[in-house]
């Protein structure tokens, strides 16, 4: 079986401040994919990023950055410099490599509210 | 280019009724799935469509049905609806049937209310 948790319901930062959003994974396949996905209040899933199991290199793409950690099964997600335009609910999710098809396993996502 | 296109957006039920939603995926993508949304249970799969066959299934009860068609547009049908089945559904779509590295892609969901 699956399992993503994300154990912060919710965090409220003050514009620029940086911060840290966790996940946490549970998988007996030994090749996945990881996701991170951003849902705003309008509700469409907007795609982030995808990690292979097998690519430990961390990733920065403009104030977003990603710390996949394989030994403690944990695939953290940092915003630099906030913005309120980052605020929505954020969700990690698996998905096998082979077997399940393109079915996600996600966590229960992470409420971001970056206030002025 | 187009993203996926769900519609109806916004649609209210009694119990007992049945619903049907659609799902237009981003041109090209022939894989489409289903999940739903509900503060309780989060995110849940329902199922996946790939050249109009299912190929893969969630844990929901028979009355969660769908189909997918030529053009891969695919509908999903709820028949008997209850209280409980009142959340936001979201379809996906992506190129291939499923694995591989191609991340799927979500539309703006259809929300649904029973009363």
């Known amino acids: 079986a699956q399992k993503v948790t994300q154990a912060q319901t919710e965090i409220s930062v003050v514009e620029k401040e940086d911060v840290t959003l966790d996940c946490v994974y549970e998988?007996?396949?030994?090749?996945?994919?990881l996701f991170w996905y951003k849902q705003p209040p309008s509700g469409e899933l907007v795609f982030l990023i995808r990690?292979?199991?097998?690519?430990?290199q961390n990733e920065i793409s403009g104030r977003y950055s990603w710390n996949f950690q394989k030994s403690t099964s944990s695939f953290n997600f940092t915003i630099t410099a906030s913005q309120v335009v980052d605020s929505a609910v954020y969700f990690c999710?698996?998905?096998?490599?082979?077997?399940?098809?393109?079915?996600?396993?996600f966590g229960t996502g992470t409420q971001l509210k970056v206030e002025l | 280019k187009a993203g996926v296109t769900q519609t109806p957006r916004y649609l209210i039920k009694t119990r007992g009724q049945q619903v049907t939603l659609s799902c237009s995926p981003i041109?090209?993508?022939?894989?489409v799935s289903w999940y739903q949304q509900t503060p309780g249970q989060g995110l849940q799969f329902l199922f996946e469509?790939?050249?109009?066959?299912?190929?893969n299934k969630g844990n929901f009860p028979g009355r969660f049905s769908g189909r997918q068609f030529s053009n891969s547009r695919s509908e999903m049908n709820v028949s008997t609806l209850e209280l409980g089945d009142s959340a936001l559904y979201l379809c996906?779509?992506?190129?291939?049937?499923?694995?591989?590295?191609?991340?799927?892609?979500f539309g703006d969901g259809t929300r649904l209310s029973i009363l």
């Open positions: 996906a779509s992506s190129l291939g049937p499923g694995g591989g590295n191609q991340p799927q892609h």
């Open positions: 998988t007996r396949d030994t090749t996945y994919y």
């Open positions: 990690r292979n199991s097998f690519d430990e």
């Open positions: 999710a698996l998905r096998p490599v082979t077997g399940g098809g393109n079915k996600l396993t």
């Open positions: 041109s090209g993508h022939r894989s």
């Open positions: 469509y790939f050249s109009e066959t299912q190929r």
